[in-house]
Nanobody, 122 residues
Framework: VQLQASGGGLVQAGGSLRLSCAAS????????MGWFRQAPEKEREFVAA????????VYADSVKGRFTISRDNAKNTVYLQMNSLKPEDTGMYYC????????????????WGQGTLVTVSS
């Protein structure tokens, strides 16, 4: 599967952005989808994941209550709605897909998109 992330940009603290990740292929609904981010000079970190049908979601503690992951299998797209953004949310955001059935682990992602940059100004 090929992944294309979009929707990043510059936003003031407290603002919102919605990221999208479009996937190619006819088996999108069989993948667990995740979002990760990498701040400058920091390691990549897990942000959120969503199960095949969208009924189960997992979030990093740092974004709980502010970010919402969702998916539209008919459109082969996964979204990340980001509200109440903080400067520490700044980074390159990547979508990823895995065929594993375990949503709770941040590892095992087989496919990665190219990333979209989010910058939150204070």
């Amino acid at each position: 599967v090929q992944l294309q992330a979009s929707g990043g940009g510059l936003v003031q603290a407290g603002g919102s952005l919605r990221l999208s990740c479009a996937a190619s292929g006819r088996t999108f609904s069989s993948y667990i989808m995740g979002w990760f981010r990498q701040a400058p000079e920091k390691e990549r970190e897990f942000v959120a994941a969503i199960s095949w049908g969208g009924s189960n979601t997992v979030y990093a503690d740092s974004v709980k209550g502010r970010f919402t992951i969702s998916r539209d299998n008919a459109k082969n797209t996964v979204y990340l709605q980001m509200n109440s953004l903080k400067p520490e949310d700044t980074g390159m955001y990547y979508c990823a897909a895995k065929t594993s059935s375990y949503i709770g682990s941040p590892s095992g992602y087989n496919y990665w998109g190219q990333g979209t940059l989010v910058t939150v100004s204070s």
